[in-house]
């Protein structure tokens, strides 16, 4: 479930506004960007070359490395969890929270070409005089 921009009822764009954002790069040329906040709500993102954002997911608050999520019909493996805190007042409160991941296929490529990495190291030379 990925959620939306702003739904409002009396928008004097139309759907004219909405084409133009998407054709914009999603409305992220000189606006702020988007920050999840809230527990539960995670900004997902591909760190496969070339990193890409996949938008603001709900997803359960207890996701962490290893875990297998699917975004936007893709299975996406968990990476590394991101957790953003400001200082305010004294205290610490949590800012932002992202999911690196890596798309399934691409993760198990990568954990075959580092296994034959390792077994293609020579053995180190011993001296036998």
Do not use: C, W
């Amino acid at each position: 479930m990925q959620l939306g921009g702003r739904t409002s009822g009396g928008s004097s764009e139309g759907s004219g506004g909405e084409q133009r954002r998407a054709a914009a790069g999603g409305g992220r040329q000189g606006g702020r960007r988007r920050k999840a906040r809230m527990p539960g709500l995670f900004e997902v993102q591909d760190v496969s070359p070339p990193p890409r954002s996949l938008g603001i997911h709900a997803l359960p608050p207890n996701t962490h490395n290893g875990d297998q999520i699917e975004v936007e019909g893709s299975a996406f493996v968990v990476q590394a969890v991101v957790m953003q805190y400001k200082l305010v007042r004294g205290k610490y409160r949590r800012d932002h929270a992202r999911l690196e991941v890596q798309n399934t296929g691409r993760m198990l490529a990568n954990m075959y070409l580092e296994e034959m990495y390792r077994m293609g190291d020579p053995p180190s030379p011993k001296n036998g005089s």
